[in-house]
């Protein structure tokens, strides 16, 4: 943990993309480390006014799961014996979700830089698309096919070795 | 606000959702919204093979597979120059990380002078004579 000195404040206000306020414990704060950049920026000024971050691109349902797993991560920040219980926790975590609420929940640990959570949800994506054809995860994600026959034989002769 | 917010502030214990304005508008996002960066690190995650047949998807998806920054391929069956030249490149491209998983495979000698290796990891490769220490990971796990 940083050091914190009497005049720190304990928690901070976040704003989500839909105008709903969250007020988070800095510890859990820290866990993402555009918060965390803010909370350092304010506290080196001296500020003694509660901290307000909006962020613009997480809405609030979205903005409740990474604050979710950021509050878990926190508790066991100090700890590496419980590991294997936090990956557990992890994984009932992401099961949850459909794709959807996924891909959102990356783009927002993207955007707060939360990289465990982003490392976490992009293995949780490459484990579920693995299996997948081609013609599935089209179907799946809504992908337009914007190739014609040809273009896509083509490609498919370039990678043949991938194909076979 | 400040005033505001500190009520809340002394209310509240931990996180709480304060449902005070508009409810949040449900957009439907999927894979295809993510940045380049992202679906690099997830074509990244996978086998290249498979990376690489996710050329077809679209356009977009045409050169993702090339931007990846994990490598994973099986040889079968290939000659000693082939493997050999396949780890050369691997080698002239700034490889940090090595792992092969092989019974009877002869450790080429680009590996040993590859100067930005960090872990090579021999497993079930029991027996080699390593030409440099440029390594700063070996980890030889033999499987008798």
Not at chain 1, 42 to 47: I, S
Not at chain 1, 73 to 82: E, L, R, V
Not at chain 2, 81 to 86: A, D, G, R
Request: charged letters at 20%.
């Amino acid at each position: 943990m940083a050091s914190s000195s009497s005049s720190s404040l304990s928690r901070v206000v976040v704003k989500s993309s839909d105008n709903n306020l969250f007020v988070v414990n800095k510890k859990v704060a820290s866990q993402s480390q555009l918060l965390k950049q803010c909370i350092d920026n304010m506290e080196e000024k001296g500020t003694n006014d509660v901290i307000l971050i909006p962020l613009s691109n997480v809405t609030s349902n979205i903005l409740t799961l990474v604050l979710e797993y950021c509050e878990k991560h926190a508790d066991f920040a100090d700890d590496d014996n419980n590991n294997q219980e936090l990956k557990q926790w992890d994984h009932e975590f992401l099961k949850k979700f459909d794709y959807a609420t996924l891909n959102s929940l990356t783009m927002a640990a993207d955007y707060m830089v939360t990289k465990s959570l982003l490392n976490l949800c992009c293995q949780f994506i490459a484990d579920s698309i693995k299996d997948l054809t081609v013609q599935q995860i089209r179907q799946i994600f809504d992908i337009k096919n914007d190739f014609t026959p040809q273009e896509e034989a083509d490609i498919k002769n370039e990678n043949a070795w991938a194909f076979r | 606000m400040t005033k505001a917010l500190n009520s809340i502030n002394s209310n509240l214990k931990g996180y709480k959702l304060e449902p005070l304005l508009l409810p949040s508008k449900q957009t439907v996002v999927n894979i295809d919204s993510l940045s380049e960066a992202i679906l690099i690190s997830i074509l990244s995650l996978l086998p290249t093979k498979v990376a690489s047949r996710l050329s077809v998807i679209s356009k977009r998806w045409r050169h993702l597979w090339t931007g990846v920054t994990a490598v994973e391929l099986k040889l079968e069956q290939l000659l000693y120059c082939i493997i050999k030249s396949c780890f050369k490149l691997v080698c002239n491209h700034k490889v940090e990380e090595i792992q092969v998983t092989s019974a009877s495979f002869i450790v080429p000698r680009c590996i040993f002078q590859c100067e930005t290796l960090v872990n090579l990891d021999l497993n079930r490769r029991k027996s080699f004579r390593p030409h440099s220490n440029a390594n700063k990971i070996m980890s030889i796990a033999g499987n008798s």
